[in-house]
């Protein structure tokens, strides 16, 4: 395993579609997301596509427990999304703050269908339809938006958009 570098906007490969896994889950897509669940917890986030670490694959790992209501942190609950489609979405919408560990210290407000139900390959290859709702059902869909080349600030405003990117160029220059 290994934590991978994580790509930041306005990086050009993060507006990459990603292409499906073809054929089975193998070893190889196993240590991809075994890589990128240890780059998710280093940084540390709550969900990762396979982008984010420079790999043009439909691949996103989540783990969305956090902590209990002391501020204890729960047991880890990997999970493996390998191809994932939205089989439905709600009508209901529902408002979340957003971040994104390509969009560093920025976090705004983005409305989403509340629920969905999503068809994914898990970590043996195994098909699996479930429900998301809550913080599973935004983090999907923000997930699922990095295979389309979609990060959260193309939700936003253009004005709001641009001036988040200014920001974040010029913090860049900073560190180089
Ligand atoms: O970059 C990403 O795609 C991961 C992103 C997922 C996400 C979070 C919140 C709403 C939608 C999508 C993050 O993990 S941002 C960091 C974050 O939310 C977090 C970090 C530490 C503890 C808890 C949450
Ligand atoms: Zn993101």
Redesign the pocket.
Known sequence: MAIRP?LTVPDPLLKTVSRPVEGPVTDAHRALMDDMLET?YD???????AI?IGEPLRIIVMDIE?KDEDGKELPRRPRYFVNPEILWASDEVKT????????PEIYDEVERPDRVRIRYLDYDGKTVEEDADG?FA??IQ??MD?LEGVV?LDHLSRLKRDSVIRKLRKAQRVEA
């Open positions: 994580i998710m940084a540390p986030g709550v969900g990762l596509a984010q956090g979340w703050e957003e971040g994104c560990l390509s969009v913080l935004v983090c923000h997930e990095h959260f």
